[in-house]
């Protein structure tokens, strides 16, 4: 009985022992299996954190490169459009010095016999350019000394906005009349400015609703539906009927077909357009104030009748900063500020 009893015993300690070991043995198997475990999490952390900042890196690069594309469109854009008023007002040039050239031909041997002729009209000229007339009494009815002043025409593109007021005292601190070219879209928020360049005494002209090149360059009826959109809104918010217009871009832009017949439909209706022949540049977004500056005093004396293009559109504070100077050196050189208005010879690319 005893020899049975010592074998169960013996048993029981047995497996015992041998649970004992199976569960050493697993909770050890356990243990490595978890710090292996533990080991790929940390290493796939490591591997998430570096992947987020190499994901940082690359929004931050996108982010700039994205920003410096969009700096270099307004660029190419500005350059496109100063290169479209530089290439209207060579064509301008062009056509005048050939105008200029034919009349000397014309004229070569009368100017050889009247020697004396010449001389006194040259006298006369230098009388009258320097501003004393020694026949002040000598004009044909309809005509008189008035006419022989220095007129300068400024205009601004891309009207109303933030800086019009500023640009309107401006104006009146030299007297100076202007012209206003009106877009709508965007600029509604600034339509009170409307009246108030109409009641300081200048002329409010048209420029487009949109001013996107696409839509209203595409179809002469698409050109129409833009216009008769910008015309309700002036119409609308200062009883001011206008009958002047500028293309945007000069009217240059777009096929020849689809501007010919604007330009046919438009003066249907009894609208004058008007391009420029001085050009402030300040089209591109990377002119200084200085190189407005310079290209105003530089040109405006190039043309008999200056019409020079600016901009009064937001962000144009470099335009806003140079029309003191502007002004003032217009001034010092005798010239009268004039608005635009249908008795006045327009400047035409096509």
């Known amino acids: 009985m005893k020899k049975v009893q010592y074998a169960a015993i013996t048993i029981c300690g047995i497996l015992l022992i041998s649970c004992c070991g199976f569960f050493a043995y697993q909770s050890w198997n356990l243990g490595r299996r978890y710090q292996t475990l533990e080991t790929e999490a940390s290493a796939l952390r490591d591997d998430n954190s570096k992947l987020q900042k190499d994901k940082s890196k690359l929004d ?14 307004r660029y190419v854009a500005g350059q496109k459009e100063y290169i479209s008023e530089l290439s209207g007002q060579i064509e301008s040039l062009t056509e005048g010095g050939d105008d200029e050239s034919d009349s000397q031909t014309a004229n070569g041997n009368s ?3 009247n020697d004396a002729d010449d001389t006194a009209d040259s006298e006369n000229s230098t009388n009258m350019s320097s501003g004393s007339d020694a026949y002040p009494n000598l004009y044909a009815e309809g005509c008189s000394p008035e006419d022989s002043k220095k007129v300068v025409y400024l205009t601004f593109d891309d009207v109303p906005s ?4 500023k640009v309107l005292d401006l104006l009146d601190r030299y007297h100076a009349k202007a012209t206003f070219f009106v877009v709508c879209n965007n600029n509604e928020e600034y339509a009170e400015y409307l009246s108030e360049i109409v009641e300081r005494g200048h002329t409010l002209a048209l420029h487009s609703y949109s001013h996107n090149y696409d839509e209203i360059y595409a179809s002469k009826d698409a050109f129409l539906r833009d216009y008769e959109k910008v015309y309700d809104w002036v119409v609308k ?5 206008p009958s002047l217009f500028r293309f945007p871009g000069g009217s240059n832009n777009g096929s020849s077909y689809v501007v010919n017949g604007i330009i046919d439909e438009m003066e249907e209706r009894g609208f004058q357009y008007f391009d420029w022949n001085v050009s402030s540049g300040d089209g591109s977004e990377l002119t200084t104030t200085e190189n407005i500056i310079d290209n ?7 043309p008999e009748f200056p019409i020079v293009l600016m901009h009064d559109g937001r962000g144009k504070n470099a335009t806003l900063a140079a029309l003191p100077t502007v002004l003032e ?6 010239y009268e500020f004039r608005s635009l208005d249908k008795t006045v010879e327009a400047v035409h690319y096509r």
């Not at 105003?296 to 190039?302: A, K, L, P, R, W």
């Open 162 to 165: 933030n800086l019009t007021p």
């Open 111 to 113: 100017r050889t016999n």
């Open 60 to 73: 931050t690069e996108l982010t700039d490169s994205t920003a410096q594309l969009k700096e270099k469109e």
């Open 296 to 302: 105003i005093c530089s040109n405006v004396g190039v």
């Open 329 to 334: 050196y217009l001034s010092d050189n005798g």
């Open 237 to 241: 918010n200062t009883g001011y009927t």
